[in-house]
């Protein structure tokens, strides 16, 4: 493991879009930064199923107000990815990609990093490692078979299969409207009552529709007891065991922060189940001094309140207070 010698002002944890922006923040203040990334370039975004088109228009997932030219009113995965790519190229930002962040320990005034790769020291450490890593799982016997998935990619694997779709979410619900018109015979299974409020307004009416004149079936107030390797059991609304044919299940069922980190790092949350983790409004430091918080890992178990569009800003905050 080799030692960096250089002397950093900072380090930022994730190549997302907000690890990015902040990177862009730190060279406009002259401030001598890395970018630590464990995967890919914009990890999450490379492993976002493969049509995805995002909610928002392309202007509001510009960094640094770098223009992002889309063809559509809303942008792609492909758009996105060649977007963030020429944005960090162009910008010859300072970035590892492939070596992930180990452990962080702190030491009077410094941060001393282990990685995959190396071993650094810095005053100052922004986490922009999102939510995307770890999924809410079931719980229930059977998740661990091959046939349930976490992440849904592309429609075409499930062609002429029985797909059971866990959620109500947008995921669950690109996922199933996807599979069907490909062929799937997809079944959603629902804790809630209905299809999630905030599924894009303009595909919400669809997957009703698909569910009302019986396309795609849908139990409601409902939930998986036991998977097994060729169905599926859950409990009905009224209560009753019901076992379905099943070749997959895909779990879509949201994300959620790495808190155990967090937590090492000394990090502290709100004492309730949103676990929000404590940091200043105005500077995004957290409760550790130098260490910041950017992006979506804000917002805790409330995963959909922080996004691009709103969290940009984050970079620019903490570039102000570090400097
Ligand atoms: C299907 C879908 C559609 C979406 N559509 C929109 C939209 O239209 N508009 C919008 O604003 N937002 C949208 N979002 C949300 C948006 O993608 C996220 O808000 C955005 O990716 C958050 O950026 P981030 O940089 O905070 O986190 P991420 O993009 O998740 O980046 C975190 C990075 O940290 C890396 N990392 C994690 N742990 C480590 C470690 N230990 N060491 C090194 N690196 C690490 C990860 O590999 C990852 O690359 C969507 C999300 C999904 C899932």
Redesign the pocket.
């Known amino acids: 493991m080799s030692t960096n010698t250089s002397a950093l002002d900072l380090i930022i944890?994730?190549?997302?879009?907000?690890?990015l922006a902040c990177g862009l923040e730190a060279k406009k203040k002259n401030l001598n930064y890395l970018i630590?990334?464990?995967?890919p370039l914009?990890?999450?975004?490379y492993n976002?199923?493969a049509n995805?088109t995002?909610?928002?228009t392309s202007e509001?997932?510009e960094i640094d107000d770098i223009p992002f030219i889309s063809k559509n009113a809303k942008p792609t995965k492909q758009e996105a990815l060649e977007y963030y790519r020429r944005v960090a190229t162009s910008n010859a930002l300072n970035i590892n990609l492939f070596e992930?962040?180990e452990t962080i320990s702190k030491q009077d005034d410094k941060f001393s990093i282990n990685t995959s790769k190396a071993y650094y020291t810095s005053p100052n450490v922004i986490l922009?490692?999102?939510?995307?890593?770890l999924p809410n799982t079931l719980d229930v016997p059977g998740e661990e078979f091959d046939k349930v998935f976490h992440y849904y990619n592309d429609p075409h694997y499930f062609v002429n299969q029985d797909v059971v779709v866990v959620g109500a979410s947008?995921?669950a619900v690109d996922a199933a409207l996807e599979i069907y018109r490909k062929g799937g015979r997809v079944t959603i299974i629902v804790r809630g009552a209905k299809i999630g409020d905030r599924v894009k307004y303009w595909v919400r009416p669809d997957v009703i529709n698909r569910i009302k004149e019986g396309s795609i079936k849908a139990f409601f107030n409902s939930e998986i007891i036991e998977i097994n390797p060729d169905a599926v059991t859950f409990k009905d609304e009224i209560g009753n065991p019901q076992t379905i044919k099943n070749d997959f299940v895909l779990a879509l069922t949201g994300y959620k922060p790495?808190f155990k980190?967090l937590e090492s790092l000394g990090v502290t949350f709100s004492d309730d189940e949103k676990k929000i983790p404590s940091y200043n409004e105005k500077t995004m430091e957290s409760n550790v001094k130098g260490l910041y918080l950017?992006?979506?890992?804000c917002g805790g178990m409330e995963t959909h309140k922080?996004?691009?569009?709103n969290?940009r800003v984050h970079a620019n905050m903490i570039m102000e207070n570090i400097i």
Do not use: R
């Not at 944890?13 to 690890?19: R, S």
């Not at 914009?42 to 975004?45: A, K, Q, T």
């Not at 950017?294 to 890992?297: E, Q, T």
């Open positions: 944890i994730g190549g997302g879009p907000i690890g630590i990334e464990k995967g914009v990890n999450s975004i976002y199923p995805m995002f909610f928002s509001k997932l992930a962040v922009a490692t999102g939510f995307y890593d947008n995921s790495n980190f950017a992006g979506v890992i922080w996004f691009i569009e969290s």
